[in-house]
């Protein structure tokens, strides 16, 4: 694993890399309907990251005996746990890269469970996202975590022993106040019918906060959602 300096550079580094051939500074590629969904080569470059936070207990909950039982019915008392971090572009997403690392071994997954609660979830997300980075799969997790690090979760939601019901507005809120820097534009509260589900962050290829109109336009619009309490508390 990569020292905190050595992530930087490594991020600073690979975005110099990043940029597809033709595209100048400033511009974005509006990219056919074939590279926003299919299997995109190594190097088609893309605009931004989505961090994807998931409030557990509500994955939990909502997925019933469904659930994986790794993260639900694991000791680790988890809350907010990373989703993914996913390479975006300004309007749709690649997935699924041409990648010669198609798995992720089991000394990788270790080191990843204090902030990612499965290994399934891990595989999937390193081979539908993690392979369109156009980093080497070590370097990918690293940057993941770089960028979960990057993000203060508010002290209310470290440990949450009772159903809260809340205003999605007001979890936005909170994290706003959490992490300077970050705009409204910047973040999206989605949920289901009745739970709040994910806290979604956009971070430019540096890690820096910025604006994604299409992401905040996909965040819930429900008046109240709930938060289960954290198992074991």
Not at 215 to 232: L, N
Request: aromatic share 10%; hydrophobic share 40%; proline share 6%.
């Amino acid at each position: 694993m990569f020292a905190a300096g050595a992530i930087l550079a490594l991020i600073a580094v690979a975005a110099m890399f990043w940029k597809p051939a033709g595209q100048g500074v400033g511009e974005t590629i509006d990219p056919p309907a074939t590279l926003a969904r299919g299997d995109v080569p190594v190097g088609t470059g893309f605009d931004f990251y989505v961090l994807s936070l998931s409030w557990s207990p509500s994955y939990c909950e909502a997925e019933g005996e469904d659930a994986n039982r790794q993260q639900c019915v694991s000791a680790r008392p988890y809350a907010f746990v990373v989703h993914g971090l996913w390479p975006q572009f300004e309007r749709g997403y690649p997935e699924n890269c041409r990648t010669d690392e198609e798995s992720v071994d089991d000394a990788t997954l270790r080191t990843l469970y204090d902030i990612m609660p499965s290994a399934g979830l891990i595989r999937h997300q390193w081979r539908k996202h993690g392979s369109c980075a156009g980093l080497a799969q070590d370097d990918y997790f690293d940057v993941l975590r770089a960028a979960r690090e990057k993000v203060a979760i508010p002290a209310e939601f470290h440990r949450l022993e009772a159903y809260k019901t809340l205003h999605p507005d007001d979890a936005e809120r909170v994290f706003l106040e959490a992490n300077p820097g970050l705009a409204g534009e910047g973040i999206a509260v989605t949920c289901d019918r009745h739970f709040l589900r994910e806290v979604r962050i956009c971070l430019s290829k540096d890690l820096a906060f910025r604006a994604c109109p299409e992401v905040d336009r996909r965040a819930c619009r429900r008046d109240s959602v709930v938060m289960p309490p954290v198992r074991g508390s």
